[in-house]
Protein backbone atom coordinates (compact mmCIF):
# COMPACT_ATOMS: atom_id res chain seq x y z
CA UNK A 1 0.00 0.00 0.00
CA UNK A 2 1.29 3.58 -1.17
CA UNK A 3 1.74 6.31 1.38
CA UNK A 4 0.70 9.93 1.00
CA UNK A 5 3.16 12.59 1.29
CA UNK A 6 0.80 13.19 4.55
CA UNK A 7 1.68 9.86 5.84
CA UNK A 8 5.07 9.98 5.28
CA UNK A 9 5.13 13.29 7.40
CA UNK A 10 2.92 11.85 10.23
CA UNK A 11 5.58 8.52 10.38
CA UNK A 12 8.56 10.58 9.71
CA UNK A 13 10.73 9.47 13.12
CA UNK A 14 11.56 13.17 13.74
CA UNK A 15 7.59 14.52 13.72
CA UNK A 16 6.98 11.18 15.94
CA UNK A 17 10.02 12.13 18.33
CA UNK A 18 8.50 15.21 18.91
CA UNK A 19 4.77 13.71 19.47
CA UNK A 20 6.36 11.64 21.86
CA UNK A 21 7.78 13.85 23.69
CA UNK A 22 5.24 15.90 23.96
CA UNK A 23 2.74 13.19 24.90
CA UNK A 24 5.64 11.69 27.65
CA UNK A 25 5.35 15.43 29.42
CA UNK A 26 1.18 15.29 29.93
CA UNK A 27 2.31 11.64 31.32
CA UNK A 28 4.36 13.11 33.76
CA UNK A 29 1.73 15.28 34.95
CA UNK A 30 -1.05 13.17 34.12
CA UNK A 31 1.09 10.77 36.98
CA UNK A 32 -0.24 12.95 39.78
CA UNK A 33 -3.24 12.30 39.00
CA UNK A 34 -3.65 9.58 42.00
CA UNK A 35 -7.35 9.03 43.05
CA UNK A 36 -10.24 11.24 43.87
CA UNK A 37 -9.30 14.61 45.35
CA UNK A 38 -11.69 17.62 46.37
CA UNK A 39 -11.71 20.90 44.91
CA UNK A 40 -8.45 23.33 45.52
CA UNK A 41 -9.40 26.37 47.65
CA UNK A 42 -8.13 28.71 45.98
CA UNK A 43 -9.52 27.33 42.33
CA UNK A 44 -12.98 27.57 43.22
CA UNK A 45 -13.62 30.90 43.01
CA UNK A 46 -12.36 30.88 39.10
CA UNK A 47 -13.93 28.03 38.17
CA UNK A 48 -17.41 28.73 39.45
CA UNK A 49 -16.99 31.92 37.25
CA UNK A 50 -16.24 30.22 34.54
CA UNK A 51 -19.19 27.78 35.09
CA UNK A 52 -21.27 30.99 35.27
CA UNK A 53 -20.46 31.97 32.09
CA UNK A 54 -20.85 28.69 30.05
CA UNK A 55 -24.23 28.96 31.50
CA UNK A 56 -24.90 32.60 30.14
CA UNK A 57 -23.38 31.63 26.59
CA UNK A 58 -25.05 28.71 26.21
CA UNK A 59 -28.41 29.84 27.53
CA UNK A 60 -28.68 27.22 30.17
CA UNK A 61 -26.45 26.20 32.98
CA UNK A 62 -24.20 22.83 33.23
CA UNK A 63 -26.06 19.93 34.20
CA UNK A 64 -22.97 19.49 36.82
CA UNK A 65 -20.47 21.23 38.32
CA UNK A 66 -17.56 19.97 35.59
CA UNK A 67 -15.49 21.70 33.30
CA UNK A 68 -12.63 19.98 32.59
CA UNK A 69 -8.88 21.00 32.92
CA UNK A 70 -7.61 19.02 29.93
CA UNK A 71 -5.88 16.45 31.66
CA UNK A 72 -7.18 13.03 33.41
CA UNK A 73 -5.59 9.68 34.24
CA UNK A 74 -7.24 6.60 33.08
CA UNK A 75 -10.80 7.34 34.68
CA UNK A 76 -9.79 9.85 36.71
CA UNK A 77 -10.05 13.53 35.54
CA UNK A 78 -9.15 16.61 36.44
CA UNK A 79 -11.57 19.23 37.03
CA UNK A 80 -10.86 22.88 36.62
CA UNK A 81 -11.46 23.44 40.28
CA UNK A 82 -8.74 21.25 41.09
CA UNK A 83 -10.58 18.51 41.96
CA UNK A 84 -10.71 14.52 40.49
CA UNK A 85 -13.63 12.76 39.55
CA UNK A 86 -13.84 8.79 39.03
CA UNK A 87 -15.61 9.31 35.44
CA UNK A 88 -17.52 6.66 34.87
CA UNK A 89 -19.51 8.27 32.14
CA UNK A 90 -17.35 9.72 30.20
CA UNK A 91 -19.37 12.15 28.05
CA UNK A 92 -21.48 10.13 28.10
CA UNK A 93 -19.77 7.21 26.53
CA UNK A 94 -17.23 8.81 24.37
CA UNK A 95 -13.91 8.14 26.20
CA UNK A 96 -13.46 4.40 25.83
CA UNK A 97 -10.00 4.76 26.43
CA UNK A 98 -10.61 6.98 29.32
CA UNK A 99 -8.54 9.90 29.89
CA UNK A 100 -4.77 11.10 28.59
CA UNK A 101 -4.16 7.76 26.62
CA UNK A 102 -1.16 7.98 25.26
CA UNK A 103 -2.05 6.50 22.47
CA UNK A 104 -5.26 7.97 21.72
CA UNK A 105 -3.26 11.27 22.59
CA UNK A 106 -0.30 10.82 19.83
CA UNK A 107 -3.13 9.65 16.90
CA UNK A 108 -4.77 12.66 17.94
CA UNK A 109 -1.64 14.75 17.20
CA UNK A 110 -0.73 13.08 14.42
CA UNK A 111 -4.45 13.86 12.84
CA UNK A 112 -3.26 17.43 13.91
CA UNK A 113 -0.80 17.50 11.51
CA UNK A 114 -2.61 16.94 8.70
CA UNK A 115 -3.76 19.58 6.31
CA UNK A 116 -6.98 20.27 6.94
CA UNK A 117 -8.83 20.75 10.27
CA UNK A 118 -12.01 18.39 9.00
CA UNK A 119 -12.04 16.17 5.88
CA UNK A 120 -14.98 16.49 3.45
CA UNK A 121 -17.18 14.18 2.06
CA UNK A 122 -16.17 15.76 -1.58
CA UNK A 123 -12.11 15.98 -0.80
CA UNK A 124 -11.09 13.02 2.27
CA UNK A 125 -7.38 12.37 2.91
CA UNK A 126 -6.16 8.88 3.76
CA UNK A 127 -7.16 9.07 7.34
CA UNK A 128 -10.83 9.38 5.60
CA UNK A 129 -10.28 5.71 3.91
CA UNK A 130 -8.50 3.95 6.70
CA UNK A 131 -10.92 4.65 9.10
CA UNK A 132 -13.84 3.75 6.61
CA UNK A 133 -12.11 0.37 6.22
CA UNK A 134 -10.66 -0.32 9.73
CA UNK A 135 -14.58 -0.03 10.46
CA UNK A 136 -15.70 -2.28 7.40
CA UNK A 137 -13.31 -5.29 8.47
CA UNK A 138 -14.77 -5.15 11.88
CA UNK A 139 -18.35 -5.02 10.51
CA UNK A 140 -18.23 -7.37 7.76
CA UNK A 141 -17.13 -10.16 10.21
CA UNK A 142 -20.45 -11.37 11.49
CA UNK A 143 -23.23 -9.33 9.19
CA UNK A 144 -23.76 -8.46 5.37
CA UNK A 145 -22.19 -4.89 5.97
CA UNK A 146 -20.58 -3.89 3.28
CA UNK A 147 -20.24 0.25 2.90
CA UNK A 148 -20.06 2.25 5.11
CA UNK A 149 -20.22 6.25 5.11
CA UNK A 150 -19.37 8.90 7.76
CA UNK A 151 -20.93 11.56 9.53
CA UNK A 152 -20.01 13.44 12.49
CA UNK A 153 -22.57 12.10 15.26
CA UNK A 154 -25.25 9.53 15.76
CA UNK A 155 -28.15 11.90 14.94
CA UNK A 156 -26.80 12.23 11.82
CA UNK A 157 -25.69 8.94 11.22
CA UNK A 158 -29.44 7.87 12.21
CA UNK A 159 -30.86 10.41 9.77
CA UNK A 160 -28.71 8.76 6.86
CA UNK A 161 -30.06 5.39 8.28
CA UNK A 162 -33.50 6.27 7.76
CA UNK A 163 -33.04 8.07 4.65
CA UNK A 164 -31.45 4.68 3.21
CA UNK A 165 -34.25 2.55 4.21
CA UNK A 166 -37.34 5.22 3.24
CA UNK A 167 -35.31 5.39 -0.45
CA UNK A 168 -35.50 1.36 -0.90
CA UNK A 169 -39.37 1.36 0.66
CA UNK A 170 -40.28 4.37 -1.29
CA UNK A 171 -43.19 5.63 -0.61
CA UNK A 172 -43.43 4.07 2.76
CA UNK A 173 -43.80 6.50 5.49
CA UNK A 174 -44.06 4.61 9.07
CA UNK A 175 -41.46 3.90 10.98
CA UNK A 176 -41.85 0.74 13.68
CA UNK A 177 -39.77 1.27 16.71
CA UNK A 178 -39.41 0.34 20.21
CA UNK A 179 -41.30 1.95 23.38
CA UNK A 180 -38.59 3.98 25.53
CA UNK A 181 -36.31 4.31 22.76
CA UNK A 182 -33.84 7.05 21.74
CA UNK A 183 -32.68 8.13 19.01
CA UNK A 184 -31.02 11.76 18.82
CA UNK A 185 -31.99 15.24 18.99
CA UNK A 186 -33.38 16.03 15.02
CA UNK A 187 -36.99 16.69 14.06
CA UNK A 188 -37.17 13.36 13.34
CA UNK A 189 -34.93 11.51 15.62
CA UNK A 190 -37.00 13.27 18.55
CA UNK A 191 -40.11 11.65 17.26
CA UNK A 192 -38.59 8.39 16.96
CA UNK A 193 -37.34 8.45 20.42
CA UNK A 194 -40.21 7.82 22.68
CA UNK A 195 -40.02 10.44 25.80
CA UNK A 196 -42.13 13.57 25.34
CA UNK A 197 -40.05 15.53 27.24
CA UNK A 198 -37.34 15.84 24.88
CA UNK A 199 -39.87 17.10 22.01
CA UNK A 200 -41.85 19.63 23.82
CA UNK A 201 -43.50 22.26 21.65
CA UNK A 202 -42.60 19.78 18.63
CA UNK A 203 -45.42 19.49 15.89
CA UNK A 204 -46.05 15.45 15.76
CA UNK A 205 -45.28 13.76 12.18
CA UNK A 206 -47.06 10.58 12.92
CA UNK A 207 -44.56 8.42 11.86
CA UNK A 208 -43.68 5.84 14.46
CA UNK A 209 -45.63 2.63 15.36
CA UNK A 210 -44.74 1.25 18.76
CA UNK A 211 -43.64 -2.54 20.12
CA UNK A 212 -43.17 -2.81 23.67
CA UNK A 213 -39.71 -3.60 24.75
CA UNK A 214 -39.07 -7.18 26.82
CA UNK A 215 -40.32 -7.65 30.08
CA UNK A 216 -38.50 -10.40 31.57
CA UNK A 217 -41.27 -9.91 34.60
CA UNK A 218 -44.38 -10.07 32.73
CA UNK A 219 -44.56 -13.98 31.23
CA UNK A 220 -45.02 -14.13 27.74
CA UNK A 221 -43.95 -10.76 27.52
CA UNK A 222 -41.87 -11.79 23.95
CA UNK A 223 -45.21 -12.88 21.78
CA UNK A 224 -47.12 -10.32 23.11
CA UNK A 225 -44.12 -7.68 21.14
CA UNK A 226 -44.20 -9.96 18.05
CA UNK A 227 -48.37 -9.53 17.88
CA UNK A 228 -48.31 -5.94 18.18
CA UNK A 229 -45.71 -5.66 15.23
CA UNK A 230 -47.91 -8.16 13.35
CA UNK A 231 -50.89 -5.99 14.38
CA UNK A 232 -49.09 -2.72 13.12
CA UNK A 233 -47.74 -4.68 9.94
CA UNK A 234 -50.91 -5.82 9.14
CA UNK A 235 -52.58 -2.55 9.35
CA UNK A 236 -50.34 -0.86 7.66
CA UNK A 237 -49.30 -2.76 4.85
CA UNK A 238 -46.55 -1.14 1.97
CA UNK A 239 -46.17 1.54 3.96
CA UNK A 240 -43.31 0.38 6.56
CA UNK A 241 -40.02 1.41 5.66
CA UNK A 242 -38.26 -0.05 8.66
CA UNK A 243 -37.85 -2.28 11.93
CA UNK A 244 -35.50 0.04 14.33
CA UNK A 245 -34.28 -0.59 17.82
CA UNK A 246 -30.92 -0.34 19.86
CA UNK A 247 -30.01 -3.74 20.92
CA UNK A 248 -29.61 -2.75 24.49
CA UNK A 249 -32.05 0.55 25.23
CA UNK A 250 -29.40 3.41 26.42
CA UNK A 251 -31.57 6.56 27.86
CA UNK A 252 -34.67 4.19 27.86
CA UNK A 253 -33.42 2.58 30.85
CA UNK A 254 -30.68 0.25 30.18
CA UNK A 255 -32.93 -2.72 29.14
CA UNK A 256 -31.31 -5.89 27.87
CA UNK A 257 -33.39 -8.66 26.31
CA UNK A 258 -32.45 -12.31 25.09
CA UNK A 259 -31.94 -13.17 21.45
CA UNK A 260 -35.29 -14.92 21.59
CA UNK A 261 -36.81 -11.72 21.72
CA UNK A 262 -35.61 -10.66 19.09
CA UNK A 263 -35.37 -13.70 16.33
CA UNK A 264 -38.90 -14.01 15.96
CA UNK A 265 -39.72 -10.31 14.88
CA UNK A 266 -36.34 -10.01 13.15
CA UNK A 267 -38.15 -13.22 11.17
CA UNK A 268 -41.32 -11.55 10.61
CA UNK A 269 -39.81 -8.83 9.41
CA UNK A 270 -37.53 -10.51 6.63
CA UNK A 271 -40.60 -12.39 5.68
CA UNK A 272 -42.29 -8.92 4.71
CA UNK A 273 -39.58 -7.13 3.19
CA UNK A 274 -39.42 -5.16 6.21
CA UNK A 275 -35.99 -3.40 6.25
CA UNK A 276 -33.83 -3.75 9.61
CA UNK A 277 -31.97 -1.03 11.09
CA UNK A 278 -30.01 -1.28 14.06
CA UNK A 279 -29.14 1.46 16.32
CA UNK A 280 -25.51 0.68 17.79
CA UNK A 281 -24.73 4.33 18.85
CA UNK A 282 -24.55 3.68 22.44
CA UNK A 283 -24.06 -0.21 22.43
CA UNK A 284 -20.65 0.13 19.46
CA UNK A 285 -17.20 -1.47 21.44
CA UNK A 286 -19.29 -1.93 24.73
CA UNK A 287 -21.13 -5.09 25.15
CA UNK A 288 -18.48 -7.46 24.98
CA UNK A 289 -17.94 -7.11 21.40
CA UNK A 290 -17.24 -4.57 18.37
CA UNK A 291 -21.24 -4.97 17.96
CA UNK A 292 -24.37 -5.86 19.93
CA UNK A 293 -25.60 -7.66 17.28
CA UNK A 294 -22.45 -10.06 17.51
CA UNK A 295 -23.18 -10.44 21.27
CA UNK A 296 -26.84 -11.33 20.68
CA UNK A 297 -25.70 -12.80 17.49
CA UNK A 298 -28.11 -11.75 14.92
CA UNK A 299 -26.03 -10.01 12.51
CA UNK A 300 -27.65 -12.32 9.59
CA UNK A 301 -30.33 -9.86 9.81
CA UNK A 302 -28.92 -6.36 10.07
CA UNK A 303 -29.72 -4.51 6.88
CA UNK A 304 -28.37 -0.60 8.26
CA UNK A 305 -26.70 0.01 11.36
CA UNK A 306 -25.40 3.55 13.03
CA UNK A 307 -22.58 4.26 15.02
CA UNK A 308 -20.76 6.93 17.11
CA UNK A 309 -19.72 7.87 20.87
CA UNK A 310 -16.68 5.41 21.12
CA UNK A 311 -15.40 5.72 17.09
CA UNK A 312 -15.18 9.30 17.91
CA UNK A 313 -17.02 9.62 14.61
CA UNK A 314 -20.44 9.22 13.43
CA UNK A 315 -21.38 6.31 10.83
CA UNK A 316 -24.30 4.33 8.57
CA UNK A 317 -23.24 0.62 7.65
CA UNK A 318 -25.68 -0.44 4.83
CA UNK A 319 -25.53 -3.75 2.90
CA UNK A 320 -25.12 -3.39 -0.56
CA UNK A 321 -29.05 -3.66 -1.19
CA UNK A 322 -29.30 -0.88 0.66
CA UNK A 323 -26.23 1.56 -0.64
CA UNK A 324 -28.61 4.70 -1.39
CA UNK A 325 -28.26 6.16 -4.65
CA UNK A 326 -26.09 9.40 -4.79
CA UNK A 327 -27.62 11.84 -3.91
CA UNK A 328 -29.99 11.12 -1.22
CA UNK A 329 -26.97 11.37 1.76
CA UNK A 330 -23.82 13.84 1.69
CA UNK A 331 -23.07 16.47 3.95
CA UNK A 332 -20.05 19.26 4.23
CA UNK A 333 -18.45 16.94 6.94
CA UNK A 334 -16.81 13.24 7.07
CA UNK A 335 -14.55 14.05 10.61
CA UNK A 336 -12.12 15.69 11.73
CA UNK A 337 -8.66 14.53 10.93
CA UNK A 338 -7.75 14.14 14.54
CA UNK A 339 -11.05 12.08 15.59
CA UNK A 340 -10.47 10.23 12.65
CA UNK A 341 -6.82 9.18 13.93
CA UNK A 342 -7.72 8.90 17.29
CA UNK A 343 -10.88 6.58 16.07
CA UNK A 344 -9.06 4.01 14.12
CA UNK A 345 -5.82 3.95 17.28
CA UNK A 346 -9.16 3.18 19.55
CA UNK A 347 -10.38 0.40 17.62
CA UNK A 348 -6.84 -1.26 16.84
CA UNK A 349 -6.27 -1.42 20.48
CA UNK A 350 -9.79 -2.73 21.08
CA UNK A 351 -9.13 -5.04 18.52
CA UNK A 352 -5.55 -6.52 18.98
CA UNK A 353 -5.43 -6.29 23.04
CA UNK A 354 -7.68 -8.86 24.24
CA UNK A 355 -10.15 -6.52 25.32
CA UNK A 356 -13.08 -8.35 23.13
CA UNK A 357 -14.94 -11.65 24.12
CA UNK A 358 -16.32 -13.83 27.47
CA UNK A 359 -12.80 -13.92 28.36
CA UNK A 360 -11.33 -10.32 27.64
CA UNK A 361 -10.90 -7.25 29.42
CA UNK A 362 -14.77 -5.89 28.81
CA UNK A 363 -16.33 -8.99 30.13
CA UNK A 364 -13.65 -9.17 33.64
CA UNK A 365 -14.39 -5.50 34.40
CA UNK A 366 -18.32 -6.05 33.54
CA UNK A 367 -18.28 -9.19 35.81
CA UNK A 368 -16.48 -7.31 38.84
CA UNK A 369 -18.43 -3.81 38.66
CA UNK A 370 -22.02 -5.88 38.95
CA UNK A 371 -20.02 -8.20 41.79
CA UNK A 372 -19.70 -5.11 43.35
CA UNK A 373 -23.34 -3.40 42.53
CA UNK A 374 -24.63 -6.79 43.83
CA UNK A 375 -22.44 -6.75 46.98
CA UNK A 376 -23.41 -3.52 47.95
CA UNK A 377 -27.23 -4.47 47.12
CA UNK A 378 -26.89 -7.28 49.62
CA UNK A 379 -25.37 -5.65 52.58
CA UNK A 380 -24.81 -1.99 53.54
CA UNK A 381 -27.13 -0.22 51.33
CA UNK A 382 -29.71 -3.34 51.22
CA UNK A 383 -33.00 -2.54 49.98
CA UNK A 384 -31.46 1.03 48.57
CA UNK A 385 -30.03 -0.54 44.96
CA UNK A 386 -31.29 -3.07 43.50
CA UNK A 387 -31.42 -4.76 39.82
CA UNK A 388 -28.19 -4.54 38.47
CA UNK A 389 -27.60 -5.41 34.76
CA UNK A 390 -26.40 -4.66 31.43
CA UNK A 391 -24.13 -5.71 29.32
CA UNK A 392 -20.42 -5.13 29.40
CA UNK A 393 -19.71 -2.10 29.86
CA UNK A 394 -23.08 -0.98 29.88
CA UNK A 395 -24.17 -1.13 33.59
CA UNK A 396 -27.72 0.31 35.60
CA UNK A 397 -28.27 -0.22 39.14
CA UNK A 398 -31.70 1.21 40.50
CA UNK A 399 -31.12 3.30 43.60
CA UNK A 400 -34.23 4.17 45.75
CA UNK A 401 -37.15 2.35 44.34
CA UNK A 402 -35.74 4.26 40.92
CA UNK A 403 -37.93 7.71 42.39
CA UNK A 404 -36.54 10.42 40.39
CA UNK A 405 -36.00 13.06 42.44
CA UNK A 406 -33.93 10.53 44.36
CA UNK A 407 -31.97 9.30 42.04
CA UNK A 408 -31.65 12.85 40.36
CA UNK A 409 -30.41 13.93 43.59
CA UNK A 410 -28.23 11.04 44.09
CA UNK A 411 -26.14 11.18 41.00
CA UNK A 412 -25.39 15.19 42.25
CA UNK A 413 -24.01 13.70 45.98
CA UNK A 414 -22.21 11.40 44.02
CA UNK A 415 -20.40 13.88 41.89
CA UNK A 416 -19.75 15.91 45.42
CA UNK A 417 -18.31 12.56 46.85
CA UNK A 418 -15.70 12.45 43.56
CA UNK A 419 -17.73 9.46 41.38
CA UNK A 420 -19.32 10.84 37.69
CA UNK A 421 -22.26 8.69 36.45
CA UNK A 422 -26.08 9.47 34.76
CA UNK A 423 -29.29 8.63 34.78
CA UNK A 424 -31.52 6.90 32.64
CA UNK A 425 -35.06 5.31 32.09
CA UNK A 426 -38.58 6.29 32.83
CA UNK A 427 -41.09 5.44 35.36
CA UNK A 428 -38.15 3.48 37.27
CA UNK A 429 -35.07 5.85 37.25
CA UNK A 430 -31.50 4.50 37.18
CA UNK A 431 -27.84 5.37 38.10
CA UNK A 432 -26.19 4.48 35.00
CA UNK A 433 -22.44 3.68 33.98
CA UNK A 434 -20.54 3.97 31.08
CA UNK A 435 -17.30 2.32 32.11
CA UNK A 436 -14.05 2.76 30.39
CA UNK A 437 -12.42 -0.28 29.43
CA UNK A 438 -9.16 0.89 31.21
CA UNK A 439 -10.90 0.97 34.37
CA UNK A 440 -8.72 -1.01 36.84
CA UNK A 441 -9.68 -3.50 40.08
CA UNK A 442 -8.89 -0.98 42.29
CA UNK A 443 -11.17 1.85 40.75
CA UNK A 444 -14.31 -0.27 40.76
CA UNK A 445 -13.31 -0.46 44.94
CA UNK A 446 -13.09 3.22 44.85
CA UNK A 447 -16.63 3.31 43.11
CA UNK A 448 -17.74 0.96 45.82
CA UNK A 449 -16.70 2.99 48.54
CA UNK A 450 -18.27 6.05 46.92
CA UNK A 451 -21.42 4.56 46.33
CA UNK A 452 -21.47 2.98 49.67
CA UNK A 453 -20.96 6.31 51.45
CA UNK A 454 -23.23 8.59 48.75
CA UNK A 455 -26.40 5.96 49.45
CA UNK A 456 -26.03 6.31 53.00
CA UNK A 457 -25.65 10.04 53.12
CA UNK A 458 -28.88 10.03 51.55
CA UNK A 459 -31.02 7.41 53.07
C1 LIG B 1 -28.97 4.82 20.87
C2 LIG B 1 -28.63 6.24 20.50
N1 LIG B 1 -28.92 6.68 19.27
C3 LIG B 1 -28.60 7.93 18.87
C4 LIG B 1 -27.98 8.82 19.73
C5 LIG B 1 -27.65 10.21 19.28
O1 LIG B 1 -26.28 10.35 19.14
P1 LIG B 1 -25.61 11.81 19.16
O2 LIG B 1 -25.86 12.38 20.51
O3 LIG B 1 -24.16 11.58 18.86
O4 LIG B 1 -26.26 12.60 18.08
C6 LIG B 1 -27.67 8.40 21.03
C7 LIG B 1 -27.03 9.32 21.99
O5 LIG B 1 -27.02 9.14 23.17
C8 LIG B 1 -28.00 7.07 21.42
O6 LIG B 1 -27.73 6.62 22.65
Known amino acids: MTT????????????????DEAVKEVMSAAAKIEGVRPPDPDKIAKAKELMDQIGVVRGRPLHYPYVGSGIGRGAYVELEDGSVKLDLINGIGIHIMGHSHPRVMAATARGAFSDVVVQGNLEPNREYFDFS???????????????VWLSTCGTMANENALKACRQK?????????????FAGRSTLMAELTDNPNFRVGLPQYNEV???PWY??????????????????VAKHEGNICCFTFEPMQGEGGYNVAPREF??????FCKE???????DEVQTFTRTGQFFAYETLGFGDYVDVCTIAKTAQNGATFFTSEFNPKPGLIAGTFSGASAALCAGLEILEMLDKENYMGDSGKIMKIHHEFIAMLKRLGQTTCKGLLESPEGLGLMIAVTPFGGVKEKVDKLTQVLFKNGLI?????????????????VTTSEDIKVAEQILEKSILEMA
Do not use: N
Open 215 to 232: DQKTKGSSERSLAILKEH
Open 4 to 19: TKGQQLAQSAKLRSHI
Open 209 to 211: LRV
Open 133 to 147: KKLLDIASRQSRLKH
Open 272 to 278: KGIPIWV
Open 262 to 267: FIPMLD
Open 169 to 181: KSPARMIIAMDAA
Open 421 to 437: CFTCGRGTYRLRFLVPA
